[in-house]
Structure formats: structure tokens, C-alpha cells
């Protein structure tokens, strides 16, 4: 059967890997419970198989393949999938070119090539659509399977731009697997950040190893895996509500802290050591609960108290084994994260250090200033000096570029903080797209910005950016079932400027500052009269 044109073939795809077996179990009887139960596209991969072995396993397979119309794959081995009539082979990189190839196994069988590389992409765009007719792009995470790989894990921003080149090079033939360390936990989040740049393409499938092969239970496996694939959402904030329809109003902000007062949310940081008490005082102000704490044994408990929130500030550089269970943790149970990649791009320890995080986990919202927001979307941040960052006027229209791409390319709601806050939501609703996306980029995403005029005095204590932070972490921590998250960013960007706004006009100086924006913010809060709030948003319109 020619399955070379068949585009949902690709929406599960098995490895096999029989060193991996439970016991009592064999090759053959996981890839039957696997088939039975669903499975799409089966590729045997046995590196360690003698020939003749290896065809005696795969004509079994074969058979029953067949039976299901499931198309079965030879990993490397072309002789093999010549002799048993395979519907197709994967070959990687460092294998027989793929021109040779085809040439040997004919016009309809099935091609898959290993990508990691742009450069790889394009390539086959110039061989043209008789050549490859997917690809599986990885490796994504890390992964036990492939031993000595010489591939550093690109994650879900490096697959983001194999699909881009894909769209650049018009290869719209070709078909994409995620590959490398995809498991339960982490596939839905690699299937709803996964969209090409343009909103046109999304990976049309995943493909994994053990988590069906190593299961002893591997139909059950393989349907809760279908089930991932086939949800249209990504629930990663529980019941929260991830729409942003209608520009939120002081009514809205209202309800917000009116929520946070009720809940008293508990909000964990895992910050720098200058802004522990200061952020700790904010938390307070606004009906919070913080704890500062970076014991990696007892997160697990932290994230389960009723209305916690992470805020995940990377001033000081924590253990990343503790950062990595903090995000697991909170995004194992949907509850909101908060980052801050403070000085990203200032240095590779710091820039290395929060690529790992976002790669790892899924956040509600970051926030950086103007520096980091650059830094993270790939634009210039040559305006950036440590871990602070300068800008003017004459940047607005970059910056809210820069904008749109983090919220856009994180899936997440981006604020860059400044004279003037930008804030932008990308989350679309939460959902999720096989093959062809949303068809929404990061233009045609709707952006804000708060105003209160020029406060210096923000910039003259520490920690006053940082703190904003605990701010968005307290009042999305404090939302009860569909709470809005757009709208408890957007009122926490408006509640902090308005109270800055407020210790500026009535300070004496940089230390009277800080005591007044405490202050302020306490007594905004417990009013709860948004009308009187001094900071301005609007909604920034395109089309002028």
C-alpha cells in the first residue's frame, strides 16, 4: 500500500527498541498492543540485530501491520526494507545520501530523514518533493535511547525553526515528527508551543520509544497517548481562563484583587538574595502569602497548596536540578509559573541557564525588561548593560516586535517593563494545532501598554522590577476557577505603576521610595477602587 501522500500516518509514531521490554513481554507483543490500540506509523529500530534475525522480526511485523493498514518503517537498514516489502526507511545524517537513496528503494516508498538543522531543510527543498517525504526533527530533550548522540537537544524553540525554514523554503510536502526524550508529561506542552513562526504549520505528529515500549502495559499507553494528540487544548492552568477578548476594564481589575483578598494565594519565590524581603513585603501588601524558599524536596508539597504560584526569578543562579522540579512541579499540577530571565544574554551562564527553563516547562507569563525581552525574541539587545536595560522612544516599535514574538514563541503572556509596559498574550485560548496551526503569528497578536509617565525613582532602589514580578505572581495566584490571567497581568502592571506613581510624588527620597511604594500598594489593594488607579492602559492600534 503507498502511504507516501497519507499526512495523518504520522500522528504516532513507534520506535521500537527491544532492550527496553518489560518482562514477560516481547518486541512483537508491544507493538501488537500498540497497533491494536491505535498506533499510526511503526518504525523498527534494532541496531543490534543480526540480518537474519532482524528480517524474521520485521516480516512478523509486516504481517500484522498489514492486517491494521498501519505503514511499518526500517530504521537504516534499505536491504532490509527492499527484502520484506517495507513501506518505507528512515535514514539520518551521517547514512546513505538521500538522492542514492530513493534511486534504490523506487518511487512509492516512504522516506524519513533526521533533521536538526536548518541548513538540512533546505537542502531537501532543493531535491524537491520526490525525495523526503518527512522529517523528524530533534532531538527535542534529552533522551536514553540514541547512546552517545551527538546532538545537543534544540527543544520546542529549535523544532519552532525547522518548521519556519520549512515555511521559508515552501517544503510544504513534507511531513514532521517530533523526536528525542518526548514522554507523557511533556508532549502536550511540545504540541501547543510547536507552531511555525507564521501560524501556517504545526508538527503533524511525535514519535517516542519507551514510553510504550517500556510499558507493561503498552495499549493502555498508547491511547492515553492518542488522547493527548487528539485534544484540541492545552490545560496547562487547570480551570483558569486563558481568553483575552474584550480589553480589560477597572471593573475587571476589581474582580481580580477581590479574588486575591478572598484566596490569600501562596506564592513560592525562587529569587536573587537583593530581592527576598522587599518582594516579600510586596507579597504581603498586595493579601499574599510568600515563602522564599529553594528546597527542591519540598516543592511538590508547596505546589499543592490551594492557590500557589511560582515566581521563578534567575538573579541569583540557583541548582537547575531545583529549578527543573520547581517548573515539573507547578506545571504537574497546573498552577501558574511566573519567570523573569533576569540578564538574559549578559552573560552564557545566564543565557544557557534560562534557555534549559524554557525549554523545560511551561510559564503563565514572563517578564523581562527591555534587554531580556530583545535577548529572548533573537533582536538586538545592544541596549542591554547587565541586568538592567535602557531605552527610548525611538524603540517603541521594536520593542513591541520583541513582544509579540516571546508571548507568540512561548505560547505565554509577555510584559516588557519600562517608562512605558508592554504586554501582549500569546497564549491563543490555550489551543492546540496538528499540521496546520492557528494561523495566527505574532503580528496579528493584540498589544497594550501601561502609562503613569516618567518615575525615575523606580529605577533608584533595587529589586523594583523584580517586584512587579511578585505582583503578577499574587494576583494570578489568587484567581478562583475562570479567573481571567490575561486580566490579573494586565491589573497587576496597572496597580504597580500607579502605586510607584504615588511613592514618587510623595517621597523624599530613594528610601522614602521604597517604603511608600509598600505602602501604596497595600492601600490600593484593601480600597479596591481601580478607577482611581493614575496608570493609563491602551490598546495599541496597528492601523495607525
Not at 46 to 68: G, P, Q, R
Not at 180 to 202: E, F, M, W
Not at 227 to 249: H, I, K, V
Not at 339 to 367: E, M, W
Request: glycine fraction near 10%; hydrophobic fraction near 40%.
Amino acid at each position: 500500500m503507498n502511504y507516501r501522500k497519507d499526512t495523518d500516518v504520522y500522528k504516532l509514531y513507534l520506535v521500537t527498541d527491544s532492550g527496553m521490554l518489560p518482562e514477560g513481554t516481547t518486541l512483537f507483543s508491544q507493538v501488537e498492543k500498540a497497533v491494536k490500540a491505535g498506533i499510526t506509523l511503526v518504525q523498527i529500530r534494532e541496531k543490534d540485530s543480526d540480518t537474519k534475525d532482524f528480517i524474521a522480526e520485521a516480516l512478523e511485523v509486516k504481517k500484522l501491520c498489514n492486517e491494521y493498514k498501519v505503514p511499518l518503517i526500517i530504521n537504516d537498514r534499505i536491504d532490509v526494507a527492499l527484502a520484506i516489502g517495507a513501506d518505507g526507511v528512515h535514514v539520518g545524517q551521517d547514512d546513505m545520501p538521500i538522492p542514492m537513496v530513493r534511486d534504490l528503494v523506487g518511487p512509492d516508498m516512504i522516506i524519513g530523514w533526521s533533521v536538526g538543522k536548518t541548513s538540512e531543510v533546505q537542502q531537501l527543498a532543493e531535491w524537491g518533493p520526490d525525495y523526503v517525504d518527512y522529517i523528524g526533527i530533534g532531538t527535542l530533550f534529552p533522551t536514553e535511547t540514541k547512546k552517545n548522540s551527538k546532538k545537543v537537544p534544540m527543544g520546542p524553540q529549535g523544532a519552532i525553526r525547522i518548521l519556519d525554514a520549512l515555511q521559508e523554503y515552501k517544503a510544504d510536502w513534507c511531513r514532521t515528527v517530533g523526536i528525542g526524550g518526548l514522554h507523557a508529561p511533556n508532549i502536550p506542552r511540545v504540541l501547543y508551543q510547536c507552531t511555525s513562526s507564521d501560524g501556517k504549520r504545526a508538527l503533524d505528529g511525535i514519535s517516542l520509544v519507551s514510553d510504550i515500549m517500556a510499558s507493561p502495559t503498552a495499549d493502555v499507553a498508547t491511547k492515553r497517548l492518542l488522547e493527548f494528540l487528539d485534544d484540541t487544548t492545552y490545560s496547562y492552568l487547570g480551570d483558569l481562563n486563558l481568553q483575552s477578548n474584550d480589553e480589560p476594564t477597572s471593573h475587571d481589575f476589581h474582580d481580580v484583587l477581590a479574588q486575591v483578598a478572598k484566596n490569600r494565594p501562596l506564592v513560592q519565590h525562587v529569587t536573587n538574595k537583593v530581592h527576598q524581603n522587599f518582594g516579600a513585603n510586596v507579597t504581603l501588601a498586595l493579601g499574599a502569602s510568600p515563602i522564599m524558599s529553594e528546597i527542591e524536596s519540598e516543592v511538590g508539597e508547596l505546589c499543592r497548596i490551594p492557590n500557589a504560584a511560582l515566581l521563578l526569578n534567575t538573579g541569583s543562579v540557583a541548582p537547575l536540578s531545583m529549578l527543573k522540579t520547581a517548573v515539573a512541579a507547578y506545571n504537574e499540577v497546573t498552577r501558574p509559573i511566573v519567570f523573569d530571565p533576569v540578564g538574559y544574554s549578559a552573560t552564557t551562564t545566564r543565557r544557557d541557564l534560562n534557555d534549559a527553563l524554557l525549554s523545560y516547562g511551561q510559564y503563565a507569563c514572563i517578564k523581562g525588561n527591555s534587554g531580556e525581552i530583545l535577548g529572548l525574541a533573537g533582536l538586538n539587545s545592544s541596549s542591554m548593560k547587565g541586568v538592567d536595560a535602557t531605552s527610548t522612544a525611538s524603540d517603541a516599535e521594536l520593542i513591541q516586535s520583541a513582544t509579540r514574538i516571546v508571548a507568540y514563541r512561548y505560547k505565554t503572556i509577555a510584559v516588557c517593563t519600562g517608562e512605558t509596559d508592554y504586554i501582549c498574550d500569546g497564549t491563543v485560548g490555550g489551543r492546540r494545532f496538528i499540521s496546520t496551526g492557528s494561523g495566527i503569528g505574532p503580528d496579528d497578536l493584540d498589544m497594550y501598554y501601561v502609562q503613569d509617565g516618567h518615575i525615575p525613582m523606580m529605577g533608584d532602589i533595587t529589586a523594583s522590577g523584580c517586584s512587579l514580578g511578585s505582583t503578577i505572581a499574587s494576583l494570578v495566584g489568587g484567581l478562583g476557577p475562570d479567573g481571567s490571567v490575561f486580566n490579573a497581568v494586565v491589573a497587576a502592571i496597572v496597580l504597580y505603576k500607579s502605586a510607584g506613581r504615588l511613592a514618587a510624588d510623595g517621597c523624599d527620597g530613594s528610601g522614602s521610595f521604597h517604603v511608600r511604594l509598600i505602602d501604596n500598594l497595600y492601600k490600593l489593594t484593601r480600597v479596591n477602587n481601580p478607577d482611581t488607579w493614575s496608570a493609563v492602559l491602551k490598546k495599541i492600534d496597528d492601523s495607525e
